[in-house]
């Protein structure tokens, strides 16, 4: 029995050994068409600095775009996405500072006609000093953001959590 051990201890290493010495032919990675179908997606955005919305939004498109893409061909009222907003981004969303953040409301306003669901934390609204009546109107404000979670995830929504990061190099630095 210590023997057969030993053996299989030899061959593993001659294994490796081969494959260390005969590495695959560097022809470049592949590409995979993933077959998706309809998706449900639920978007938790919560950041400490509003302007990181503009950076999120971008999230919704790369989830989006691709599905209306070859060769998906998926129809954006059939995508099944809800953003969920309750961190300082609420500011973004109030109707009296639409000319601070003009490109990121016009955007929001865009993915609501492709039918992207926008809902405000009406707890966050109080903390604000919001009314329902200071927001855009394809805001939908619910009760509470983390309850609204927990409700769509338990519908079979897929959460996504955006890591809006502070960008240190340009890509042409790090490449």
Not at 8 to 35: D, H, K, R, Y
Not at 86 to 91: F, R
Request: hydrophobic share 45%; net charge negative.
């Amino acid at each position: 029995m210590r023997m057969s051990a030993i053996l299989l201890a030899v061959i593993g290493l001659n294994s490796i050994a081969a494959i260390a010495s005969n590495p695959a032919p560097a022809e470049g990675g592949s590409w995979v068409q993933t077959p998706y179908r309809e998706q449900k997606v639920l978007f938790d955005f919560y950041f400490d600095d509003p302007n990181k919305l503009n950076t999120a939004l971008y999230w919704i498109r790369a989830q989006m775009n691709p599905l209306m893409d070859e060769p998906y061909n998926q129809a954006p009222e059939f995508m099944q996405t809800v953003v969920i907003i309750h961190g300082t981004e609420i500011v973004t969303v109030a109707r009296k500072n639409y000319d601070r953040f003009k490109d990121a409301v016009e955007r929001m306003r865009y993915y609501a006609e492709l039918g992207v669901k926008f809902k405000v934390c009406g707890l966050a609204a109080q903390d604000y000093a919001y009314a329902v009546n200071d927001f855009y109107d394809f805001i939908e404000v619910v009760p509470s953001a983390i309850t609204e979670l927990a409700h769509w995830q338990q519908q079979g929504y897929a959460l996504i959590t955006p890591s809006v990061l502070e960008k240190k190099y340009t890509v042409e630095e790090i490449r």
